[in-house]
């Protein structure tokens, strides 16, 4: 009921709401994200218990930090790095990451761009994605699989739009390499 | 997505709202925000300033004073306070933590910020140098006192006091 009654209302519109009059609203965008993000944070960690605990605490930290959200922002974007940072501490905490200096340095030509738009090959890429390492992992599970764009994974992972470009196409060639030998 | 998934994300929607419900978990108010945000940038114009003056006190004492300056660069390499340029590190490095707390540090190209605050700062010491601060700031309190005790005593506003090596002032 409540769902249909805020159909039509931005997230920012209820952010404004919850902090001003009802409270309640905030299950409205927990019911809006959390699939979303419950799939962001297990690509990041890998385990979906983790995962679950990472996201309810990045719901918990977004609503006592909900009068820091400038509304002239995107709700999503902000909501994306509480849980991007909340996974990462967890990572770290867990020591299942992978390391972040491992670059794979190697030449193609190829794009990855096409092959990647069938449903089969997102299935075949989630499974390369999780051996590559964090930090490319991050804006390529946020560029193909989250659809966000340039700009938005700049807001969520605080890098500079290049860097995000670099990032993408730097991981689209380690993706390559890890795919082609499984 | 997997049963395991989807399962998880009901229970969260119910155990976030119920927290929020009982008062288990509150919004921090909008106040203590607002003061964060005027700290941070309290802290990065005290830090600003801390610097121009520190950077400032550095070109006044490395300039040649009084007749056969030249001479005593040595001198001033000897008494020289070796505190003000480690202090000035310090307030960079502070200062450069500060500025990546603000939202537009990643948007812009943060090395080219952190360069044109130091040259800004630079240039700031050398004009308050150039006009003349310093010396109305070595004879005057309260900021005679960060000044060093050989520059007063030249400048005529310290008695430097009587011992071997050191002539008794007339």
């Keep these: 009921m409540l769902a249909i009654k805020t159909a039509h209302l931005s997230d920012e519109t209820i952010v404004e709401l919850v902090r001003k009059s009802d409270q309640e609203l905030y299950s409205v965008l927990i019911k809006r994200y959390q699939k979303k993000l419950l799939r962001y944070a297990n690509y990041l960690i890998n385990d979906e218990d983790l995962a679950a605990d990472s996201v309810e605490e990045a719901f918990i930290k977004a609503f006592i930090n909900l009068n820091s959200f400038k509304t002239s922002m995107k709700f999503s974007s902000w909501l994306y790095r509480i849980v991007h940072n909340q996974a990462l501490n ?8 992978q390391s972040t200096d491992q670059i794979l340095e190697f030449a193609s030509s190829l794009d990855l761009e096409a092959e990647m738009i069938s449903k ?3 299935k075949r890429a989630k499974k390369c994605l999780s051996q590559i390492p964090l930090i490319y992992r991050e804006p390529l599970s946020l560029f193909y699989l989250e659809d966000k764009s340039y700009e938005e994974i700049s ?5 500079p739009t290049s860097s995000v470009g670099t990032r993408i196409r730097r991981a689209k060639l380690i993706l390559k390499k890890i795919c082609q030998n499984n | 997505m997997s049963k395991q998934l989807k399962k998880t994300s009901i229970n969260l929607e119910k155990n976030i709202m119920d927290k929020v419900k009982t008062g288990a978990v509150r919004m921090k108010p ?14 990065l114009a005290g830090i600003a300033t801390v610097l121009i003056f520190v950077n400032n006190l550095v070109f006044f004492l490395l300039r040649q004073h009084g007749p056969m300056g030249q001479w ?7 008494s020289f306070t070796w505190w003000l340029p480690i202090l000035a590190l310090i307030g960079i490095f502070l200062g450069i933590k500060l500025l990546q707390k603000y939202d537009f540090s990643y948007k812009k190209n943060f090395k080219l910020v952190i360069g044109g605050l130091l040259i800004s700062i630079i240039l700031a010491s050398a004009l308050i140098d150039y006009l003349g601060f310093n010396e109305i700031w070595s004879k005057r309190r309260p900021m005679r006192q960060f000044y ?18 050191r002539m008794r002032r007339q």
Aim: proline share 4%; glycine share 10%.
């Design chain 2, 30 to 43: 909008r106040w203590y925000f607002i003061f964060g945000s005027l700290a941070l940038s309290a802290g």
């Design chain 1, 120 to 122: 089969e090959e997102i």
């Design chain 2, 72 to 78: 005593r660069l040595q001198q001033i390499l000897d």
């Design chain 2, 148 to 165: 060093p005790k050989w520059q007063q005593a030249e400048q005529g506003n310290l008695e430097l006091p009587a011992g071997r090596g």
């Design chain 1, 90 to 97: 967890l990572v770290q905490k867990n020591k299942r990451h």
């Design chain 1, 155 to 159: 807001d969520i992972l605080r890098l």
